[in-house]
């Protein structure tokens, strides 16, 4: 009697499981390193972030910032005070209130945490105030326009203060913040597991518990998928689009995103000191080709840093076509031999080919060397390189895609570019707070920067989600970040 | 025996602190700046100054040498630069499904190779020592990572039998533990297996043309005994050195195939840690790697003195 008896609740309980718990696993191109809004440094890390953290505001479909944590907002006393009211009765996932103190801790430790990879987009902020347990006040040093763009990001992750306390350098393995989904467990290289928080201030997520995969190789992801594994990767390789675009029982989000990819030059030593030699270069590219051959026309052609869609994009500034006419006018019969660096990789070899051999259409002789990522990041601080092909998975402001690039000394100015027309424009763009001001401004600096070419945008690289047909309430924001909360698996 | 044992694990001091020299020494020649790549395209220059000095990466090479020794004297690993967790606790978390998945792939080529090798040697020349002969070939030329999509495919997307990744310890759930180990195991059992029927081929033909052989069968016992009890056992005895170097190989073979099936082990642990320049891991992961290679061949050692009487320790 008693077996059966035990097999049979067993059943019972099995068949409630199946019933009630939807999971969706999803596949991802890298093991998120650091779960803490501090800390994080990569942009894997904020597919997890994102569901676990509530941020200050967030970005619509079109970029717009609107509403998440903090209802409003005023910004006052020339751009310089964020005023801030709280959304009242939200609770972190430890069941400790979320108000203005928690916010000015989680800003304040931002700023003030040893290695924190928040600093530099804080550094205008002078101090943060608690008015009221509800509204909150961040004074800066100067104007700084894409404030709110930057905390609907990791800076605007608001954690519980009491965890962060307790566990210390071990937050990031513990991590406790107050958004539709809360951490459960890790397991590093296998999973990261989150469950619905059903007392989620804007009604409970759908799906019960979603499940975080790393899966480094593109075919394997892609394997993990049509085998049912997991319902949702990301990215896709281009490559495999078309396979899954012709398959019945799934689905391909390719929406347009934030970011750039080109070629930096060294405008600190020969050959690329002089600007002639980096026109010619440039000249030689056909954007066109590079997105049909590589990327099977997954990405679009870039003008500028600032991609379609996004508010500083301007229709004014064209595509420009290849022109070998010009490529060797500029040289002026003189020949031009340089070295461009890259990383190991399929499509970055390919990439790296296909650059040469258009180069080699105007006489100009390249070298591709290749070496990992970290040395290519370690050379291009020191400056120690010809040309090397790099980009940017972009912000939604403007100014995060063109400011650290190309203002005198900035961190991610790899060319060692330095002009002080552009440095006026690019710090009095960041000071206004009203856009079409901004972009004014920013396509004024970006004129000098086109003509003095330390860098070529080739394209703009799109989002490409693979998912299950079933899988409904995913909405395609440009910033990549796939948002759980109204995920429906049927 | 005891004695030789003993003998054989002192003298391995010396070559393992060889080992550590070299383990540092060739953590030291990877390119790249571990607080660069950790902090990522939007590290300020200040933010890795930072990291580097709370990575110690600003100290003389010789004193991060020594302090690394000490520490691992007092079996402290470190922690990891990526996210603080322990060195040693990651090693024993991922440690046991490795050595899951070798004994697994061991046996699943013990189960290919004895009966191959075997029937290979009896049936020389025959068309199915030309199959068998193929199988190995195709085995031991065959990479691991084609291998392992070929079977995701076939297994996983076409027939939908087995799940293309994932994995469940064998204390929770034994069933489906064996079930998501499958494929890996196979992937890597497989060109072992190869290997050791090619072994266990020539090492029977060899035992089988002896003279006590000859002396057996004229003595008219069954073929069946001469060959299991008289052959096998005879010819095993290179088969199990050879057995023994398949097993230290696959703790590091199994880092692709832990890649391609997403198997938390401990080679998936060293290609992430690779990646991302976690020192510390890296430096844990290959010296436990090259004692467990060590304490393999010291085991194997021991077990020629079971097998064959004749080798005498002195």
């Known amino acids: ?180 989904f809360e951490f459960v467990s890790r397991k590093r290289q ?16 759908k799906i019960d518990k979603l499940v975080y995969r790393p899966f480094p190789e593109g075919d394997v992801r892609l394997a993990n998928l049509l085998s049912g594994a997991v319902q949702v990767i990301t990215p896709i390789d281009p490559k495999d689009i078309s396979k899954l675009d012709q398959n019945p029982k799934f689905d391909v989000l390719n929406y347009p995103g934030l970011g750039f990819q080109g070629i930096w030059f060294n405008v600190t030593r020969p050959p690329f000191n002089n600007k002639a030699n980096r026109q010619a270069v440039a000249a030689t590219i056909d954007r066109d080709a590079v997105a049909k051959v590589v990327f099977y026309n997954t990405v679009k052609p870039a003008a500028g840093p600032f991609p379609p869609g996004t508010p500083a994009y301007s229709a004014n500034i064209k595509v420009p076509q290849a022109n070998l006419a010009l490529a060797k006018q500029k040289l002026g019969g003189k020949p031009l031999t340089f070295t461009i660096l ?49 980009g940017w998975s972009g912000r939604p402001d403007p100014d995060g895609n063109i400011y650290d690039f190309f203002v005198t000394g900035g961190s991610n100015n790899q060319a060692g570019y330095s002009n002080k027309t552009v440095d006026q424009l690019l710090n009095k763009a960041r000071a206004q707070t009203a856009m079409p001001a901004r972009v004014a401004t920013y396509n004024v600096a970006l004129g000098q920067i086109l003509n003095d070419v330390p860098y070529v945008w080739v394209y703009h690289p799109n989002n490409l989600v693979g998912m299950v047909k079933g899988l409904s309430g995913i909405k395609p924001i440009p910033d990549g970040i796939i948002r759980f909360k109204d995920a429906d698996l049927k | 025996m005891i004695q030789f044992a003993i003998r054989r694990l002192f003298a391995a001091l010396p070559t393992l602190l060889v080992v550590t020299v070299l383990v540092f020494g060739m953590v030291q020649l990877l390119p790249g700046d571990p607080a660069r790549l950790l902090l990522g395209e939007e590290a300020t220059p200040q933010a890795v100054t930072e990291l580097r000095h709370s990575l110690g990466l600003d100290r003389p090479v010789p004193e991060q040498y ?113 079930l998501l180990l499958l494929l890996p195991a196979v992937t890597l059992g497989v060109h072992s297996a190869a290997v050791l029927a090619r072994y266990l081929r020539s090492s029977m033909l060899e035992t089988l043309s002896q003279d006590y052989v000859r002396t057996a069968h004229a003595k008219g016992i069954t073929r ?91």
Do not use: C
Request: a neutral charge; aromatic letters at 8%; zero cysteines.
């Open chain 1, 1 to 180: 009697m008693r077996q059966p008896a035990r097999t049979l609740a067993l059943l019972t309980l099995l068949a409630l499981g199946v019933a009630g718990a939807e999971t969706v696993t999803v596949g991802l191109d890298a093991d998120p390193p650091r779960l803490d809004p501090a800390l994080s440094s990569a942009f894997v890390d904020r597919q997890v972030l994102n569901q676990i953290f509530d941020k200050l505001v967030d970005l619509d479909q079109n970029l717009k910032v609107i509403p998440a944590l903090a209802k409003s907002w005023k910004i006052s006393n020339g751009g310089l005070t964020y005023t801030f009211t709280l959304r009242p009765g939200v609770k972190f996932h430890d069941g400790t209130p979320l108000d203005a103190n928690a916010v000015k801790y989680s800003l304040e430790r931002d700023l003030t945490l040893e290695g924190s990879a928040r600093k530099n987009e804080l550094s205008s902020v002078k101090d943060v105030k608690v008015i009221d347990p509800l509204t909150v006040q961040i004074n800066l040093k100067q104007p700084y326009g894409p404030l709110l763009a930057v905390l609907a990001d990791r800076s605007g992750m608001i954690i519980s203060p009491k965890a962060a306390q307790k566990e210390g350098q071990d937050f990031q393995n513990n991590p406790v913040g107050s958004g539709p």
């Open chain 1, 190 to 205: 296998d999973n990261i597991t989150l469950q619905a928080n059903k007392a989620y201030w804007d009604g409970a997520p």
């Open chain 1, 342 to 390: 890259t990383t190991p990789g399929t499509v970055t070899t390919q990439l790296a080919q296909l650059y040469q051999a258009m180069f080699a259409q105007a006489g100009i002789n390249a070298k591709i060397q290749q070496v990992e990522f970290g040395t290519l990041l370690d050379r291009a601080d020191k400056h120690d390189f010809d040309a090397l092909i790099l």
């Open chain 2, 66 to 178: 020594a302090r690394w020794l000490v520490n691992i004297g007092q079996l402290d690993f470190g922690t990891s630069v990526k996210d603080n967790s322990s060195v040693l606790g990651l090693i024993a978390d991922k440690l046991p499904t490795t050595i899951e998945l070798a004994l697994f792939a061991m046996l699943i080529a013990a189960l290919i190779a004895l009966p191959a090798g075997m029937i290979s040697a009896l049936h020389r020349d025959s068309w199915t020592d030309r199959a068998f002969t193929l199988f190995a070939l195709s085995g031991i030329s065959l990479p691991n990572f084609f291998l392992g999509i070929l079977l995701i495919y076939i297994f996983s997307i076409r027939l939908a039998w087995i799940p293309a990744s994932g994995y469940v310890p064998f204390t929770q759930d034994p069933a489906k533990n064996l």
């Open chain 2, 224 to 314: 069946q005994r001469v060959v299991l009890k008289h052959g096998l056992r005879n010819a095993l005895v290179p088969v199990i050195t050879a057995f023994g170097l398949q097993l230290g190989g696959l703790l590091g073979g199994a880092v692709i195939t832990e890649q391609i099936f997403s198997v938390p082990g401990f080679g998936r642990l060293l290609v992430d840690a690779v990646f991302t320049r976690d020192l510390p891991v890296i430096q844990g992961v290959v010296l436990v790697s090259a004692v467990a290679v060590f304490l393999v061949s010291f085991l194997v050692d021991l077990t020629y003195a079971a097998v064959d009487p004749r080798i005498r320790y002195h």
